[in-house]
């Protein structure tokens, strides 16, 4: 079920202080937007220079976290993820009052347990599927931007209403505000991120190894045809036009046979049965747990994985083309 501009009413919002907590990607341009639809915001944010310095610059109240979360009558949990929990117990949850509203734009740390919430607050969400630049960009053009969002808790009895209202003071509602859960959001979200994502990046790799190192074929050709080129920007575009399926009628037919014959190995068995252990671990909570422990005992996995990659002779490669692809680009 999706929601729209008709479903919502910026009325419900009135003599109500939204805290904005985190003025970063998200934050500042959630903030804006709300602001222009007409909501009364502030913002908390540790003294941390950038942030801070912004949010002041573009006119807001900006006060510390703990100050905010006692001003507000609706908060908005916008630091990241991994910090969020000790910033919750510290500086948020001594301020919570009975009614107040925490909105969340991811379900990680309430689904896989790192935060426990009063029983006597709504819990919200509005996760947008737009990076924050993206929020406030297409809240301006008014193309507004899609969402998922959901109620965790009610204990109010307007939760859902109230979220609506936020979600059509950000912006999403103009476009799509998607009924979904903590849990889906959260899954899923570890899943594009996983799959869709860190996938393509080791394929890449993969590619680079065999087509560059093993074939000798030079770096320029391989890395202009896998991603350098942009071709893939606008094969998405399509997508977002046509559908996936639809934008392949706009490449070659040797290239839609390719595709489809040769693609479809991706889906063998065994891919699926490694897809489905990856959706395993997200859902069982062991991939939250690992991750907890990485950052409990300094990052050490993370640290020597993003070396590794960095000294990989792909990157050299990459990063010899983009100087003089973007040379160029300069020189118009
Ligand atoms: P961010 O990385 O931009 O950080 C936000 C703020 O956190 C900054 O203003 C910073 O001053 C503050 N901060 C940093 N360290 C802190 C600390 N130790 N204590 C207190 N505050 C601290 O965060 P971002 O990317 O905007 O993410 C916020 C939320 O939005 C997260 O829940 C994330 O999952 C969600 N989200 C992010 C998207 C994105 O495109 N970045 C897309 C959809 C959801």
């Not at 509602?173 to 393509?200: P, R, Y």
Request: net charge negative.
């Amino acid at each position: 079920k999706a929601y729209f501009d008709d479903d919502a009413n910026l009325d419900e919002l009135k003599n109500k202080t939204v805290a904005v907590i985190g003025y970063g990607n998200q934050g500042r341009s959630q903030a804006l937007n709300m602001r222009d639809s007409g909501v009364n915001v502030i913002v908390g944010n540790i003294e941390d220079g950038a942030s801070w310095t912004q949010g002041k610059k573009d006119g807001f109240d900006v006060y510390s976290i703990s100050e905010a979360s006692k001003r507000a009558d609706i908060l908005f949990l916008l630091i990241p993820d991994e910090i969020m929990p000790s910033v919750y117990e510290e500086d948020i949850a001594p301020y919570i009052e009975d009614g107040n509203v925490i909105n969340f734009a991811s379900g990680y740390n309430v689904h896989f347990g790192f935060i426990e919430l009063p029983e006597t607050v709504d819990i919200v969400l509005i996760a947008p599927r737009m990076i924050g630049k993206g929020v406030r960009d297409r809240f301006v053009s008014g193309e507004g931007f899609p969402s998922l969002v959901a109620v965790h808790q009610d204990s109010t009895g307007k939760a859902k209403t109230i979220m609506l209202a936020l979600a059509k003071a950000i912006g999403t509602t103009k476009i799509g505000a998607f009924e979904s859960s903590f849990e889906e959001e959260a899954v899923v979200d570890l899943f594009g991120e996983q799959v869709m994502g860190g996938f393509k990046l080791y394929n890449l790799r993969m590619a680079y190894e065999l087509l560059v190192e093993e074939y000798g074929f030079s770096p320029e050709a391989v890395l202009l045809e896998l991603y350098l080129s942009g071709e893939g920007i606008e094969t998405l575009r399509n997508a977002q036009e046509v559908g996936i399926w639809g934008q392949l009628r706009y490449h070659s037919t040797t290239s839609q046979y390719g595709h489809q014959t040769r693609g479809k190995y991706a889906a063998s068995d065994a891919s699926r049965a490694l897809l489905r252990s990856i959706v395993e671990n997200i859902k069982s909570g062991e991939f939250s747990k690992e991750w907890k422990t990485e950052q409990l005992t300094g990052y050490p996995v993370f640290n020597r994985l993003w070396k590794d990659n960095l000294k990989h002779p792909f990157i050299k490669s990459e990063q010899d083309l983009l100087k003089i692809l973007n040379a160029n680009k300069r020189k118009g």
